[in-house]
């Protein structure tokens, strides 16, 4: 069963960078498009980030473009998101997700607050 492990989580004042870890167990991360999501207090879930398990193809939302960048080192079998110019407003808790057209597997969040 794959099995996701998420870290990297921390406390950063704003316009700090922090690079979140994803490490896959039971399978290999370039077999999956991996996504990065985010759920702050009282809002939805939403996807922050995400890099296509067919061709490598990736994805940012707008409130991150220029500032997050995805990407995934298959010799260590872990996908990263790492974050620069943190603002207030990526304050949340992160969550990766292993997903291909059949399956899809959560690993459990990495908490995330940029002071101000």
């Known amino acids: 069963e794959v099995q996701l492990q998420a870290s990297g989580g921390g406390l950063v004042q704003a316009g700090g960078s922090l690079r979140l870890s994803c490490a896959v167990s039971g399978g290999t991360v370039d077999d999956y498009s991996i996504g990065w999501f985010r759920q702050a207090p009282g809002k939805e879930r939403e996807a922050v980030s995400c890099?296509?398990?067919?061709?490598?193809?990736?994805y940012n939302a707008r409130s991150v473009k220029g500032r997050f960048t995805i990407s995934r080192d298959p010799a260590k079998n872990t996908a990263f998101l790492q974050m620069n110019s943190l603002k207030p407003e990526d304050t949340a808790v992160y969550y990766c997700n292993a997903r291909t057209r059949i399956n899809a597997y959560w690993g459990q969040g990495t908490l995330v607050t940029v002071s101000s």
């Open positions: 890099i296509s398990g067919y061709d490598g193809t990736t």
